[in-house]
């Protein structure tokens, strides 16, 4: 699938279970933010191949009081910390305060989120993978037109060892965590790079040859 030179490589992912150690309930403190075994190396790997990474999350303890916006912060904070020490970054954190009893449009598994993202990038959703743990990561990214990839950690640690069910879009990838997923995309990026290079010198070697 041919890319836009002019959009940005973009990839969106979730926060409980992908990035941050999924808990029951909420990540209620920055100390209880506690990444998830190689998910910041695997931010840091896609950055310096040039990929942008963005975060999606769904974070209803916020429109339930259940947490604050100063501590919603403090925890970005933190995260964004350990990503910088990592080598790694997030371009920008999008969340929806919502929970499913306001019936809006951005909570996953609606697409609102992930449609706002593409749009302020300017992106295809077609060309943005969207990597979750949970079945409403893949709902929303297959409702939204993105790239779905599952991610065997936190909710999607149930997965690891059998087939997904019919629920999940068809089109689904999974991956063992976030740096499988980034080793896996840049895997295929290279793959990718050297069959154009072989298809331009196969045409330069015909132009050659009919001179």
Request: net charge negative.
């Amino acid at each position: 699938m041919s890319r836009n030179k002019n959009q940005p490589r973009l990839v969106v992912i979730d926060r409980d279970g992908t990035l941050n150690t999924w808990r029951e309930g909420f990540t209620r403190t920055p100390e209880e933010f506690e990444p998830v075994p190689g998910a910041l190396e695997a931010v840091a790997l896609l950055n310096r191949a040039g990929w942008l990474v963005v975060m999606a999350t769904n974070q209803p303890g916020l429109g339930r009081g259940v947490l604050d916006m100063t501590t919603f912060h403090a925890i970005n904070t933190r995260m964004h910390q350990e990503l910088a020490v990592a080598g790694g970054r997030l371009d920008a954190v999008f969340f929806c305060p919502h929970g499913p009893e306001d019936n809006c449009r951005c909570a996953k598994p609606q697409p609102g989120l992930l449609l706002d993202i593409a749009k302020r990038y300017g992106v295809e959703p077609k060309q943005i993978p969207m990597v979750g743990d949970a079945l409403r990561d893949m709902q929303a990214a297959a409702s939204a037109g993105f790239q779905p990839h599952l991610v065997c950690t936190g909710e999607g640690r149930v997965w690891r060892d059998r087939a997904l069910d019919a629920s999940f879009p068809p089109n689904t990838q999974v991956h063992s965590d976030l740096l499988a997923f980034a080793e896996d995309l840049l895997a295929k990026e290279e793959r990718n790079s050297e069959k154009m290079r072989e298809e331009a010198d196969k045409k330069a070697k015909i132009g050659a040859e009919s001179v």
